[in-house]
């Protein structure tokens, strides 16, 4: 214990200074309060019609504002040192890795292959380490395309540890044109036959995509016969078996069981599936978890992983540990908002002030005892339960509830070592697989990944903050994780319409961070964080009214600003320029450019008008009992479609009616700009009736530029016909609407 290199710290928390952020944060606050004040002290004078409700929207934004002012308040960021983790520890804890996987088709199977490959390639002791698959698609494609790249894995992980393969991401190393230099002598060869094992791999994957599978595999291929997807029984193979010594982790195949009436809850359902077999099956205390596209980007991940989880004094301090989303295959300037960099840099940063980032969903690594409801101040001691009170909670496998009081009784280091012979495990993981298990359980509820919520990331993560741990930002040089962003507009829409969904189930759902902070331990300011991005689902109703506000104005005459020639119209004005320039200050501040920075502005906007209004009304239709919420895959690599190669950052539409409500806007708008600007400039000769309006119009019409210019476009550029009638519909009812209100 005399060396001194064992007391070095693993971690350190570094506060990032943000004195002039702060103070424009308390600028834009001050214009926000004295607009409200102005409105509100002139109601009287401006009426209780559209100046109120203008005052109340404008409400509803600096609500939001003061949240977010909140969030961002105190950035914090922590240096890893895993250097030092080798002279603190003999042996490092275990760690199962789990993979996502729910549909051959959106998700091709070479795509979950390269994260499987790149997570078995990443540095650690490969006995600590197990890899499970799930594949909810109940695919033989997935299967076989597993089997395959484990062959080619035995050449693959060898290779990149002796020549230290910086991205193990056999897709991503190949896709670079040139050769990284290697000093070691017989790369270039080794390199070149790689190439073509992998070249043979990707024919192997696609031919069988196709269906080509060849003979010999039938008997490996015997468990899928007579299944479909959805209705089949739990598979599961032990694909690679990690004897002491071998090169390769433990690699694992999960089918769960599957029947067409049963819920299957998704991706919650998938990772409660994977926590329980690899539970009987190798039992590791911490658990790495990633969506099948989220690739290691830095095969020193899980080393900077432990860093954060054992280099705590206490383990409160670092619940969980989440890497931020970051992509591989990002648009240039963000065309589609998808990319969240800000988002994650700016909030991320600054909650990790308060009580530690959002749980994320992919790219966190998570203790299991924490996944099975313990709290921190169980650490200890915990209360001794009798066998039926485990079983009521666990479930009914005797192994799996031995398994989960040893975890949950022990503090982590010391975890139990590598489980022997985890094929013979197979029929009990078959058990804890099987879809009636959790039946009569706190599975989904008090354990495992909670359900009930399209994001059950934001769910789950939330009952742990409830508990009261903390939870730590990875943000290694080089990224931790890289994975796949939504391209065109259906498929981006989609993806926030499932989040929007997702967060506002959770904010009317029992685990609500009201609640949590009114009876359990989330921190007040956490709480007003989390409530931010609950809350997305609930914009499209201020934003919609104040986007109509000005056309509704230019058409009947009336205004919801002050006058131009007043002194009063320069206080919106002020604060309208200082927020836009504030807000290009953070995308310049992330390294981002203008366009990047116009691109959000104008998605944002896009977003919150079509995609969060359909969630909103999915989450209404669900409580009036009318339909369930759904969780729609995203579709990864669409480097294969006609508008991908044409024009990708272009704005592209289908029939959907995610693109009616925008439309709608856009007409209403180019006429009311028609209208305003004749009535403004013929009738009164100058511009000072409606300027404020008519901005505001143009101002629309630019958010929505994608929408105009899908007006004129062809094929997937255009806005279909059956879209454009229906908008055509909407708007005419609206100028109805306008119609009354000037009568009357
Ligand atoms: O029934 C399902 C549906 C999805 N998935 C997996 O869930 C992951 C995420 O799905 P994706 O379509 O890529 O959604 P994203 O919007 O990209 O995912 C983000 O948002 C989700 C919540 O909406 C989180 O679960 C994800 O971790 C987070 O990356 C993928 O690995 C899927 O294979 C399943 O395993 N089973
Ligand atoms: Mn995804």
Redesign the pocket.
């Known amino acids: 214990m005399s060396d001194p290199s064992q007391k070095l710290p693993l971690q350190e928390k570094v506060p990032v200074k943000n004195t002039i952020h702060r103070l424009s944060d308390l600028l834009i606050s001050f214009l926000v309060l004295s607009l409200l004040c102005y409105r509100f002290s002139s109601l009287t004078t401006h009426g209780y019609g559209l100046w109120l409700l203008a005052s109340l929207c404008e409400s509803c934004f600096a609500f939001v504002w003061l949240l977010s002012v909140n969030a961002k308040w105190n950035p914090v960021i922590y240096i890893t040192h895993p250097e030092r983790l080798s002279k603190r520890f003999d042996d490092l804890p275990a760690v199962d890795m789990f993979i996502?996987?729910?549909?051959p088709v959106l998700?091709p199977p070479i795509v979950t292959v390269n994260t499987m490959l790149s997570m078995l390639a990443a540095e650690y002791p490969t006995h600590r380490l197990a890899c499970y698959v799930?594949d909810?698609g109940g695919s033989p494609i997935t299967y076989y395309a597993l089997l395959q790249a484990s062959i080619f894995a035995k050449l693959w992980v060898p290779f990149c540890k002796k020549y230290n393969v910086r991205v193990r991401a056999p897709f991503a190393y190949f896709s670079k044109e040139v050769l990284e230099p290697n000093k070691k002598s017989g790369f270039e060869t080794d390199w070149k036959n790689m190439k073509i094992e992998y070249e043979e791999l990707i024919r192997k994957i696609e031919g069988a995509a196709k269906g080509y599978v060849p003979y010999h595999m039938d008997g490996e291929l015997a468990a899928f016969s007579n299944t479909e997807k959805g209705n089949h029984p739990s598979i599961i193979k032990v694909i690679l078996e990690n004897k002491k010594g071998d090169d390769l982790p433990h690699l694992i195949y999960v089918a769960r069981e599957k029947r067409p009436k049963h819920p299957?809850h998704?991706?919650a359902?998938?990772m409660n599936v994977l926590t329980r077999v690899s539970g009987v099956m190798t039992n590791a205390p911490f658990m790495l978890n990633v969506?099948?596209?989220m690739f290691v980007n830095n095969p020193e991940v899980i080393l900077q992983g432990m860093c954060l989880l054992l280099g705590f004094s206490k383990e409160e301090m670092s619940g969980f540990v989440q890497a931020p989303?970051r992509f591989y295959d990002g648009l240039k300037d963000d065309p589609f908002g998808n990319q969240l960099v800000v988002l994650q840099q700016i909030m991320g940063l600054g909650i990790g002030g308060i009580q530690g980032p959002f749980y994320?969903?992919?790219g966190c690594f998570h203790r299991r005892k924490i996944i099975y409801g313990t709290s921190p101040e169980e650490e200890k001691i915990r209360d001794e339960r009798s066998y039926e009170e485990l079983r009521r909670i666990y479930g009914s496998s005797k192994e799996l509830i031995v398994s989960a009081e040893n975890i949950t009784s022990r503090s982590t280091p010391g975890s139990p070592g590598p489980s022997s012979d985890i094929s013979g495990r197979t029929s009990e993981a078959v058990q804890v697989a099987a879809c009636t298990y959790e039946n009569n359980t706190e599975w989904g509820n008090e354990i495992g990944w909670v359900y009930g919520s399209?994001?059950?990331?934001i769910l789950t993560g939330l009952r742990i903050h409830a508990k009261g741990w903390r939870s730590v930002y990875l943000d290694p040089v080089p990224p931790a994780f890289l994975?796949s962003a939504?391209m065109g507009g259906p498929a981006s829409l989609t993806?926030y319409k499932?989040?929007v969904t997702?967060l506002l189930e959770v904010l009317f759902s029992r685990n609500s961070p009201i609640f949590a902070t009114l009876t359990k331990k989330l921190c007040f300011r956490q709480c007003m964080a989390y409530v931010i991005i609950n809350l997305w689902g609930l914009r499209p109703i201020p934003e919609i009214c104040y986007a109509l506000l000005p056309a509704y104005c230019l058409l009947t005459n009336t205004s919801f600003w002050p006058k131009a020639s007043s002194q009063e119209f320069l206080l919106p004005v002020t604060l309208f320029t200082t927020f836009k320039i504030y807000t290009l200050g953070e995308y310049l501040h992330c390294g981002l450019s203008v366009r990047a920075w116009w691109n959000n502005q104008r998605m944002q906007r896009i977003s919150s008008q079509t995609a969060f209004l359909f969630g909103f009304l999915s989450v209404l239709l669900k409580f009036l009992g009318i339909s369930e919420t759904a969780?729609e895959?995203?579709r990864?690599d669409q480097s294969g479609s006609d508008a991908y190669t044409e024009d990708p950052g272009r704005f592209t539409f289908d029939s959907s009616p995610f693109f009616v409500p925008g439309t709608a806007l856009v007409l209403v708008h180019i006429a009311a700009l028609g209208v305003g600007t004749k009535k403004a400039v013929v009738a009164t000769g100058e511009l000072v009736w409606g300027l404020g309006e008519l901005a505001c119009s143009a101002m629309v019409l630019l958010y929505f530029w994608p929408f105009v210019r899908g007006l004129f476009g062809k094929g997937s550029f255009g806005i279909p016909w059956d879209v454009i009638w229906k908008a055509l519909l909407l708007g005419f009812m609206f100028l109805l609407f306008c119609g009354l209100g000037v009568h009357s």
Do not use: I, L, N
């Not at 399209?454 to 990331?457: K, P």
């Open positions: 996502t996987t729910a549909d998700e799930s909810d299957h998704y991706k359902g998938a969506d099948c596209d989303q994320g969903g992919t399209m994001t059950e990331d994975g939504p993806q499932r989040w997702g969780f895959v995203t990864k």
